[in-house]
């Protein structure tokens, strides 16, 4: 299935794609396009959009689009729960500081960004950050048990 986003992946265009791929869509192919086609091109490829304004996976009620899939989807994993927390705070800049690893995941962020422009890229490379990261979050999360 084709998803489409936002060009210039950051924070929730990096951990929405791992989300997809990992638990909802192992054959998943993404499209980057400039924030003003995301709809159309959507229409035309029947592509699911994501983390774009006025899209049913986007930013809703508080929540971000890594949040908004996790719904729609209903995944339930304690550590997936943990790591939403994170990068809600790390995408969300009012929330920054409402999670510890937040401040943490953003320079993450933004250094895959200034190292790797190229979306897909950039996509290959981040994606062992949150694989160690949702392996932490498994960590933590049967500590809570």
């Known amino acids: ?9 950051h924070v929730d265009r990096v951990a929405c794609p791992w989300l997809i791929l990992r638990f909802v869509d192992n054959e998943a192919e993404f499209l980057f396009v400039p924030a003003n086609q995301v709809k159309k091109v959507a229409a035309e ?9 006025d899209v049913e996976l986007g930013h ?3 929540r971000c689009s890594f949040e908004a ?14 790591l ?3 990068v809600h705070s790390a ?3 009012a929330d920054i500081d409402k999670d510890p690893v937040a401040r943490g995941l953003e320079a993450i962020a933004v ?11 950039n996509l290959l490379q981040q994606f062992e950050v949150y694989d160690a990261l949702y392996a932490w979050c ?5 500590k809570d048990r």
């Open 1 to 9: 299935m084709k998803w489409i986003t936002r060009s210039h992946v």
């Open 111 to 121: 250094g895959y960004g200034i190292r790797y422009p190229d979306d897909e890229q």
């Open 45 to 53: 490829t029947d592509a699911i959009p994501f983390d774009a304004p």
């Open 84 to 86: 939403a927390k994170i």
């Open 60 to 62: 809703h009620e508080g």
């Open 69 to 82: 899939i996790i719904q729609k989807y209903e995944l339930k994993d304690p550590a997936l729960l943990r």
């Open 138 to 142: 498994r960590l933590q999360a049967a």
């Open 91 to 93: 995408d969300v800049a």
